[in-house]
C-alpha cells in the first residue's frame, strides 16, 4: 500500500491536477497509470466550502500588501486587480489569453491575470508591475526597457517586463530561448527587436559580477 499522495511510480495522469490532488486512484494507493482515462468517483481528502455565485469576501496579497473586497467567484483576477483595487499596471489586451498584456505573477510563476479567477489568488502572492520597482529605483528591467527604446503606445509594456523578468528566473537566457518564452506576449507595434535587446541587456549584466543583481 501506497502512501497517499505520494506517487512513486510513472506520472499520474489521471487527472489535470496531479502531485497535489491526492483524491484519484493513483494518489490513493493504486496502481500508476501511463494514460489519462476518466477520473474516478473517489472522495476527495479535502473538499472546499462552496462560495457564490453572489458576491464573496476574496483577500488577495498584492505586492506584499492584503486587500480585501467583495466580488462574485467569477471575477478575474485582472478585473479584480484594475476595477476593486484601481491597479492598472496588468492591461486588458484581449482577455481571453492571447496577448499577454495581462501578465503579472502568482507566487512567482507568471500567469495570465484575464484567466485567473481572483478568488483562485487567495493564500498566494500577487505580484503586479506595481510591485517591480523598489521605492523610486527601477527594476532593471524597467530601465533596460527605456534605454533600448523597447516600447512605442507601451499597451503591451507591462505584461512584456513582467514575462521578461520571470523567463530570466526560470533560466531560459538564450537568445533562441527570448524569443521563444516571451512569444505569449504580443506588441502591436512591433517594438521586438528592442524588447529582445532590453531582455539580453539585464542578461548580460546578470552574468557580469560587476553589476547588482538583477
Ligand atoms: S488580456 Fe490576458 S492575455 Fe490578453
Ligand atoms: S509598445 Fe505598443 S503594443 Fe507594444
Partial sequence: MKTPGVL???TCLTCPTCHACRTCPTCLGGEPVSAPHVPSRAPAAAVLPERGPEPVRITLSVNGDEHT???EPRVSLLDALRERLA????KKGCDQGTC?????WVDGRRVLACLTLAIACEGHEVTTIEGLAQGD???????????QDAFQCGYCTPGQIMSAVALLKEGHGDDAE??????GNICRCAAYPHIRAAIRTVRDQS????????
Avoid at 491597479?87 to 496588468?90: D, I, K
Avoid at 529605483?137 to 534605454?147: C, D, G, P, R
Wanted: glycine share 10%; proline share 5%; hydrophobic share 40%.
Fill in 137 to 147: 529605483e527601477l527594476h532593471a528591467m524597467q530601465s533596460a526597457f527605456i534605454e
Fill in 87 to 90: 491597479m492598472t499596471g496588468a
Fill in 178 to 183: 527570448i524569443a521563444e518564452w516571451m512569444s
Fill in 100 to 104: 499577454g498584456a495581462c501578465t503579472v
Fill in 8 to 10: 512513486t511510480g510513472p
Fill in 207 to 214: 552574468r557580469d559580477p560587476s553589476h547588482g543583481q538583477t
Fill in 69 to 71: 473586497f467583495d466580488a
